[in-house]
């Protein structure tokens, strides 16, 4: 199988210095599954001062990302600076407070391409025309307030990257998860059986396990009901 192509673009790319060299994501790197590279924006830069980013017509605090360093990056890494002149295996998301949740299926579609550009925001946003003609995906992680978009692009490589044929062990596959069931995993425990006076369930130490495969699915339930009640709706 051809690695799965990831390329950053990011005012940062020192942030990503050893965020892939660790578990499944270096594992699945070590087998030729995947390829990252974090780029560093001002490389597409002209003028003196490698400005990325310029102050919001009509007014208002802060910065916004310029769009001729974004569209560049993207031409040279993608091969196409209009989203309908990219292959149709590449993907260009964009990390935005503004963008649709990002979900287990999306990361299971990014898997199933050639190649993800993952393009960070920063300051107080980026210009608007890189969403309108220049990404495929528009993607938030959730309703809370980052910095910037690295956060972000870390936990959508993570995401995907495992989904990858070949990343997780045999003993453990992609679709016999949590999130694809849609219920929380159970609780699980291991020894000692009585830690500090709690003990763990007792028919979990009893080897009957269709007892057991109940007891997990009802503890599932109850866990999903306390935590998150919207997955039951
Ligand atoms: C909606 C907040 N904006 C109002 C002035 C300011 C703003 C806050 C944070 C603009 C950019 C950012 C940086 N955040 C991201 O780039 C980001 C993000 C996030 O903040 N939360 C969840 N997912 C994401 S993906 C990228």
């Known amino acids: 199988m051809k690695p799965l192509r990831v ?5 940062f790319p020192d942030y990503f210095r050893e965020a892939f060299d660790y578990g499944i994501i270096r594992r699945a790197r070590g ?6 590279e974090a780029h560093d924006l001002r490389a597409w830069t002209s003028d003196k001062h490698k400005s990325v980013d310029d102050r919001p017509f009509g007014g208002g605090d802060g910065m916004v990302l310029k769009p001729e360093p974004i569209f560049a990056a993207v031409q040279s890494l993608a091969g196409g600076n209009r989203r ?3 292959a149709a295996g590449t993907r260009v998301a964009l990390l935005s407070p503004q963008g649709r949740p ?5 990361a299971a579609e990014f898997a199933a391409n050639e190649q993800l550009v993952l393009i960070c925001g920063r300051y ?3 210009d608007e025309r890189v969403s309108d003609a220049l990404v495929t995906d528009e993607i938030s992680i959730g309703d809370y ?3 910037g978009g690295e956060p972000a692009a870390l936990v959508v490589i993570d995401a995907t990257v495992r989904l990858l044929p070949g990343a997780l062990g045999s003993e453990t596959s992609a679709s016999n998860e949590s999130f694809t069931d849609g219920l929380l995993d ?8 009585e830690f500090e006076g709690m003990r763990v369930p007792e028919v979990l130490l009893t080897g009957h396990h269709a007892e057991i495969a109940r007891w997990r699915r009802e503890a599932a339930e109850e866990k999903t009901k306390r935590n ?3 997955l039951l709706k």
């Open 7 to 11: 390329d950053i673009i990011t005012i």
């Open 145 to 147: 307030v980052l910095s």
């Open 102 to 106: 990002f979900t287990q299926s999306l």
């Open 31 to 36: 087998a030729g599954l995947v390829n990252i």
């Open 228 to 230: 998150r009640p919207d």
């Open 124 to 126: 107080e946003g980026v």
């Open 84 to 86: 309908e002149r990219i």
């Open 186 to 193: 159970c609780p699980q425990y291991t020894r000692p059986p």
